[in-house]
């Protein structure tokens, strides 16, 4: 090669380092793909693989109960699982930036337990925010509580001298205050309600539509673009906030604008599945160890880890007990923890 | 062309706590050295800080004619890089993407990114620390670390250069090498730099003005010479030392006892 030799080697280190993420990272789409596939073809009514790929490509060769399983049931599930374990993600991943702090994450600052309490004053003292279609009072009452915990977040960074310490502490405040109201609506609430709610923080996938499909693609069509338009100054964060501002950056408003993304994000999220905890906080640190965290590469990995994830989780939920399909929140956990470990271990022999 | 700076009436403070009052330093010149030195908790961060638009300040902070106080922290930016003096923690970045993170930040100097990447690693050449650009920062020494976070901050080429002691973490080979270097930087591009020192002797060598902090107050400001003297580091360290001049005319301190005080 003769423009190697005019390249400096450490350029040419570099070029390859760039060439090796962007090769990761269309690794993991692909991955999400299949892992999409696969959670479409995966199912209860045992739909021959090939019939549901020719039934997503030409629905009208489909016979009517699997045009329904197909279309109604296992399309939507699939995608909300993929767009969920997205949003989820890149929430997580734009607060330990802009937090500073590996354990941020919607669940660890309060964000599902909030959106808990909106769904229990719902479910259980019957809360109704009028005008609203009736299967669209809890989501709605949950992303309000949820995105006002987010909010409240904000308002507390804005005051001038708060550290980020404060805010994570806040944050984990926040859970503990939630949790206990929680409780508190749980004590007095009726046997049915209990287990309605009890299932409701479960976080379940069959509870997709395809207008809250939409809803969440739209949130995350309209944060992603600007998360990406951020991601140097991002990666300029993490050289600290004294350095990040002696190079031109308004840290204040970069995280205002994080934890306004973030709110809509994870709320949205929350609202409509529940509570799914484990991703936020976890497909970060592994696109963290795949990419390192040049964020133009950290944040769309965190998305797709996050996507695939769940969309495995998604899988196994269908699969673990056959014949019940299990809330998609209890099989992140197991699905993620082994998968983490096992990337923190390959990772610390090559050290 | 060499620029200057002054600094007049300055006052900064934290919360309702005044540390620096009422400072004036007047024309501090482009193209040579400054070194701020002074017994800890003087007050140098806190000065360094505000002169980049980091603490509110209340007074005024003139580069040339540019009223510094009045501008953003984006157009601080775009004359003033202050480094440090604590460093970063577990980041996953490599030397080279942070020195590049430092060109590509801010909106008003994205470069094209061919153009971002060798003035990077044109800078990590003149700090001899090239073999390290692949490195990930927190796989560094604590010295190596610090090369690295002056790398950020002169990578930006600032018309004034602040730097919290810089050479805090380095052996006397890298220290030297530093100094140096900072020195070469100021005379080719003719720019300001502040320095802060604990070690007297090396400012007393690179520095043409050395000023002297303490308790947010100017003890003594001037050519090394004429700032560093028995009387004053007695008065400013509480320590008996003489100053004297070895063979090859460098200043030389020797602290003989700590005073009480
Ligand atoms: N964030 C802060 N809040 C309140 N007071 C502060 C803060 N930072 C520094 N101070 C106080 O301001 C004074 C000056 O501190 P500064 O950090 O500027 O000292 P310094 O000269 O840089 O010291 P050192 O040599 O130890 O780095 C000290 O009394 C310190 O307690
Ligand atoms: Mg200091």
Known sequence: MTDAAATPAPLAAYARLIRRRVAIVAGLGVVMVVALLFDIATGPSNLPVGEVIAGLLHPSTLSAPARVIIWEVRLPYALMAVLVGAALALAGAEMQTILNNPLASPFTLGVSSAASFGAALALVLGLAIPGLPAGWNLPALAFVFAFGSVLMLQALASLRGTGVETLVLFGIAMVFTFNALVALVQFVASQEALQQLVFWSMGSLARATWEKLAGLAFVLALTAPFSLAASWKMTALRLGEDRARSFGIAVARLRFLSLLRVSLLAATSVAFVGTIGFIGLVAPHIARLLVGEDHRFFLPASLLCGAAIMSLASVASKILVPGTLLPVGIVTALIGVPFFIALIFSRRERL | MARTLHVEKLHVG?????????????????????????????????????????????????????????????????????????????????????????????????????????????TLERLGIADLAMRGLDELSGGQRQLASLAQSIVREPAV???????????????????????????????????????????????????VLQNGRIAADGAPEVAVTPPMLAQVYKVEARVERCSRGMLQIMVDRPLES
Do not use: C, W
Request: proline content about 4%.
């Open chain 2, 14 to 122: 934290y919360g309702r706590r005044t540390v620096i009052e009422s400072l004036d330093l007047p024309a501090i010149a482009g193209g040579e050295v400054t070194a701020l030195v002074g017994p800890n908790a003087a007050g140098k961060t806190t000065l360094l800080r505000a002169l980049a638009g980091l603490n509110p300040a209340r007074g005024s902070v003139r580069l040339d004619d540019i009223e510094l106080t009045a501008l953003s922290i984006a157009g601080h930016a775009r004359h003033v890089t202050y480094m440090p003096q604590a460093l970063p923690q577990r980041v996953a970045l490599t030397v080279f993407e942070a020195t590049l993170s430092a060109l590509m930040s801010a909106r008003e100097d994205i470069l094209p990114a061919a153009e971002a990447r060798a003035k990077a690693l044109a």
């Open chain 2, 161 to 211: 250069l602040l730097l919290d002691e810089p050479t805090s973490a380095l052996d006397i080979h890298h220290q030297i090498r530093v100094m140096q270097f900072v020195e070469e930087l100021a005379r080719e591009r003719g720019i300001i730099v502040i320095i802060v020192l604990h070690d007297i002797a090396q400012a007393a060598r690179f520095a043409r003005r050395i000023v």
